[in-house]
């Protein structure tokens, strides 16, 4: 219970935790994270993430990783032109 309110805590002011961040800040293997990842989300108090949590309710649900979301977002032009080269293709 005690490892499961420091995840909470931790969650607090962060919009999402990795297993790799939680170990950092706690000194737990990556074992005990992941189970008290899976009691926090039975326990309906945070949604998985790709590779981590966040407390439930708090935004969308991503299509991959942090990383990869942020990078969907960037040069939109040069990706739309792309795109616009390879439907010609077809």
Same mark, same amino acid.
């Given at each position: 219970?005690?490892?499961?309110?420091?995840?909470?805590?931790?969650?607090?002011?962060?919009? /999402? @935790?990795?297993?790799?961040?939680?170990?950092? *800040? !706690?000194?737990?293997?990556?074992?005990?994270?992941? %189970?008290?990842?899976? /009691? @926090?989300?039975?326990?309906?108090?945070?949604? *998985? !993430?790709?590779?981590?949590?966040?407390?439930?309710? %708090?935004?969308?649900?991503?299509?991959?990783?942090?990383?990869?979301?942020? *990078?969907?977002?960037?040069?939109?032009?040069?990706?739309?032109?792309?795109?616009?080269?390879?439907?010609?293709?077809?």
């Amino acid at each position: 219970q005690q490892r499961l309110q420091q995840i909470l805590a931790l969650l607090q002011p962060e919009p /999402e @935790l990795s297993v790799a961040d939680v170990c950092a *800040r !706690t000194g737990a293997s990556e074992a005990t994270v992941r %189970r008290a990842f899976v /009691e @926090l989300v039975k326990g309906g108090q945070v949604e *998985r !993430t790709w590779g981590g949590v966040r407390l439930a309710g %708090r935004g969308t649900l991503q299509m991959g990783p942090p990383a990869f979301a942020r *990078r969907l977002q960037d040069h939109p032009d040069a990706k739309k032109a792309i795109a616009r080269a390879a439907a010609a293709l077809l």
